[in-house]
């Protein structure tokens, strides 16, 4: 094999190693594994973190093998990251960018568009964080294609100053200053990530150079004194330090529970291990794990682990936009397209570039302008400025049916009826009303959060119908469980005032019904000082009865309203696309009520000790015996925009509004005497 065609980062042919190549393999994996959701590797994403440190070593071994041979050059270093990193990322971003552009919804499009500038500009680790603040574990993640190109930036964005930073040290100091200055710096980085590690910022500590230099500056520390630190004779010692190094990679991404905000030191196991491989990979005969790492497989792979890292998130992430699910025929179909094309792209692509097209440094950045950064920027800003670009829009009709400003329906967004959360002053009665708006004073008081204002919709037919006038109160978040059952301490004052405020409602006003709201099953597990509240459930079991036991005492009927089904792994558009994979448009009836049984459970338990209560439950109408839908007779039920506090798990006003028509045909009116008494199924 030629060496000079399998180096990876350039450095002389001689210093190619097959087990690096072996050890960019098991990284890239883990982060293939974990991206397919592969739960035995539940903590694949240090593969990520063994990438930093491998890149840190080779990059700083090449930089110091050119300064001191007087053949430093800031021009060749950055021509050489430019053959590296821009051939390959050219091709991976104008294909995403041609799927994205048909398979996209406008707004996801537009989305996209801001990504894919702020990638070209290697800044898309602060554009994840500060303008989208969307964290790399969130359900989210899976709508920005571009995602993973975070660490590519931190890389680019490390490499500006350190090529700088170790010249003029080496230069002009000693070896050890160096030395010292660098682990001053990893020193001071990782407890900065440290620190992190115990805020409410993970984001930011995932996508900062500042909390990530440290495992750049852990390879580059091994490259500056790795080669004076003796290797021990015994080869008995040597495996061990081997095997010690492989399986704390491995196993770090095995047992791993959590997201990366919450690792703390134990981030420094895997990151250690790399090193321990690095470093004891420089035997004469290489130990029992660096043999393995360099055989043919390992080393393939690679080879191509820089395109397959590009090519493998923005599969992964149309493929679940189309609502394909992840399952093991799935997967492994998408694992192996990754693969094939990683494989082309590095022979078609990396291989020229890096090795045969070498360009001068002034013609490779009028390429990359002309033809990559400038009409992808101006792609990009297309897709920013347009909001009905690309092929798959949907109907005129629909956008409008599932646009942000469906989501308030009949109540404007300015009358704050869905108020701020730490905001405790009710809106305004007048601003807030939906039913029968001719009677002057409402009787119905409607208290909950963000799910009780999706059900807004429906509660207008119903009130509508039986000649009552409603009135909102919704707040993001805080459904109305009073008593000492806070669950928010951050803003407990803030809660004590507005539960009292709406208390005070009810006890003031004599409404004739009281209804309750809210996305029952995200009340799970809110602890506070009270053990009661830290029970699975406590603050829904207690703070839900405080709530009815004062709504009967008022002499009014309590209403709950039974939260729709949380359809998240369902498109909330199914269907309506020109191209969608619309065989999966619902979701498991079963699934559904697995979900909710334990909050449920607690519901009917009081519906049973207070008989009077009356339970509406939409999924009546949104589910049949066998499945949960997100649309009915050509409406989409749920919103399509993940911002204004309406996810897939909230009804649009349509939706709402249609499910209360069709519920109001097949079971009556909730709100009328002789309906009170039906169970929801």
């Known amino acids: 094999?030629?060496?000079?065609?399998?180096?990876?980062?350039?450095?002389?042919?001689?210093?190619?190693?097959?087990?690096?190549?072996?050890?960019?393999?098991?990284?890239?994996?883990?982060?293939?594994?974990?991206?397919?959701?592969?739960?035995?590797?539940?903590?694949?994403?240090?593969?990520?973190?063994?990438?930093?440190?491998?890149?840190?070593?080779?990059?700083?071994?090449?930089?110091?093998?050119?300064?001191?041979?007087?053949?430093?050059?800031?021009?060749?270093?950055?021509?050489?990251?430019?053959?590296?990193?821009?051939?390959?990322?050219?091709?991976?971003?104008?294909?995403?960018?041609?799927?994205?552009?048909?398979?996209?919804l406008p707004q996801d499009l537009?989305?996209?568009?801001?990504?894919?500038?702020?990638?070209?500009?290697?800044?898309?680790?602060?554009?994840?964080w500060r303008s989208v603040g969307c964290g790399y574990f969130s359900i989210r993640s899976s709508l920005f294609p571009l995602l993973h190109t975070w660490s590519l930036a931190i890389e680019e964005q490390f490499y500006l100053l350190w090529p700088l930073f170790l010249f003029f040290f080496k230069r002009y100091t000693k070896d050890s200053v160096v030395f010292y200055a660098t682990l001053s710096i990893a020193l001071l980085s990782f407890f900065l990530y440290y620190g992190f590690s115990f805020s409410s910022r993970s984001e930011f500590l995932y996508y900062s150079p500042f909390t990530r230099a440290f495992e750049l500056l852990m390879g580059a520390l091994l490259a500056i004194r790795g080669d004076r630190l003796r290797l021990p004779n015994n080869r008995i010692i040597q495996h061990a330090i081997s095997l010690v190094g492989f399986f704390s990679i491995v196993l770090s991404s095995i047992f791993f529970v959590g997201n990366h905000s919450v690792l703390g030191c134990r981030i420094l196991l895997p990151c250690i291990g790399t090193a321990f491989l690095i470093w004891i990979g420089r035997a004469k005969m290489p130990p029992i794990a660096n043999a393995l790492l360099s055989n043919t497989f390992f080393v393939f792979i690679g080879l191509i682990s820089y395109s397959l890292y590009l090519w493998h998130w923005p599969i992964i992430t149309l493929a679940h936009y189309e609502s394909i699910p992840l399952d093991f025929k799935n997967s492994l179909v998408i694992a192996l397209s990754s693969i094939l094309l990683s494989t082309l792209t590095w022979h078609f692509i990396e291989k020229p570039f890096r090795f045969q097209l070498k360009y001068t440094f002034l013609k490779t950045m009028c390429i990359a302008l002309f033809f990559i950064w400038i009409p992808s920027a101006i792609f990009g800003v297309a897709l920013e400025e347009k909001t009905l670009v690309g092929f798959n829009k949907m109907p005129t009709g629909i956008i409008k049916k599932t646009s942000p400003k469906a989501f308030y329906g009949l109540l404007s967004k300015q009358?704050?009826?869905?108020?701020?959360?730490?905001?405790?002053?009710?809106?305004?009665?007048?601003?807030?009303?939906?039913?029968?708006?001719?009677?002057?004073?409402?009787?119905?008081?409607?208290?909950?959060?963000?799910?009780?204002?999706?059900?807004?919709?429906?509660?207008?037919?119903?009130?509508?119908?039986?000649?009552?006038?409603?009135?909102?109160?919704?707040?993001?978040?805080?459904?109305?469980?009073?008593?000492?059952?806070?669950?928010?301490?951050?803003?407990?004052?803030?809660?004590?005032?507005?539960?009292?405020?709406?208390?005070?409602?009810?006890?003031?006003?004599?409404?004739?019904y009281v209804v309750l709201g809210g996305w029952w099953v995200g009340y799970k597990t809110f602890p506070t000082k009270g053990n009661i509240t830290n029970l699975p459930y406590g603050v829904l079991r207690y703070g839900m009865k405080n709530a009815i036991k004062m709504i009967i005492k008022s002499g009014a009927v309590p209403?709950?309203?039974?939260?729709?089904?949380?359809?998240?792994?369902?498109?909330?558009?199914?269907?309506?696309?020109?191209?969608?994979?619309?065989?999966?448009?619902?979701?498991?009836?079963?699934?559904?009520?697995?979900?909710?049984?334990?909050?449920?459970?607690?519901?009917?338990?009081?519906?049973q000790q207070y008989p009077q209560i009356i339970l509406i439950d939409p999924k009546k109408i949104i589910c049949d015996s066998r499945r949960c839908y997100s649309s009915i007779n050509n409406t989409p039920l749920y919103m399509t925009d993940l911002v204004a506090g309406a996810g897939s798990c909230h009804l649009n006003a349509f939706g709402s509004a249609l499910i209360g028509k069709l519920y109001l045909k097949k079971y009556g009116n909730p709100f009328l005497r002789f309906a009170q008494w039906i169970e929801p199924r």
């Open 559 to 607: 209403v709950i309203l039974l939260d729709v089904p949380s359809l998240f792994h369902v498109r909330r558009v199914c269907g309506f696309e020109h191209i969608g994979y619309n065989t999966h448009c619902y979701n498991s009836k079963k699934k559904v009520d697995a979900e909710q049984f334990a909050s449920q459970a607690i519901i009917l338990k009081l519906k």
């Open 415 to 512: 009358s704050d009826c869905f108020g701020h959360k730490g905001v405790p002053v009710l809106p305004s009665e007048r601003q807030c009303m939906l039913g029968n708006l001719n009677i002057k004073n409402p009787n119905v008081l409607i208290a909950g959060d963000s799910h009780a204002f999706s059900d807004v919709g429906m509660l207008n037919v119903f009130l509508k119908n039986a000649a009552l006038k409603g009135y909102v109160v919704a707040f993001p978040s805080d459904a109305f469980l009073p008593g000492k059952v806070r669950y928010d301490q951050s803003s407990q004052q803030t809660l004590t005032l507005r539960n009292d405020y709406i208390a005070q409602l009810i006890k003031t006003h004599r409404y004739q």
């Open 110 to 128: 537009k989305n996209y568009g801001s990504s894919l500038i702020a990638t070209l500009g290697f800044f898309s680790n602060f554009y994840f």
């Open 1 to 104: 094999m030629n060496n000079k065609v399998i180096d990876h980062m350039n450095p002389s042919p001689y210093s190619y190693r097959r087990d690096i190549d072996g050890l960019r393999a098991v990284a890239v994996l883990l982060v293939l594994f974990y991206h397919l959701q592969w739960h035995f590797f539940s903590a694949g994403f240090v593969g990520v973190d063994v990438f930093f440190v491998i890149s840190g070593y080779l990059i700083t071994k090449h930089l110091l093998s050119d300064i001191q041979n007087h053949r430093f050059s800031l021009k060749n270093f950055y021509l050489k990251r430019a053959r590296r990193i821009f051939p390959a990322l050219s091709v991976v971003l104008i294909f995403t960018s041609l799927a994205c552009l048909i398979l996209l």
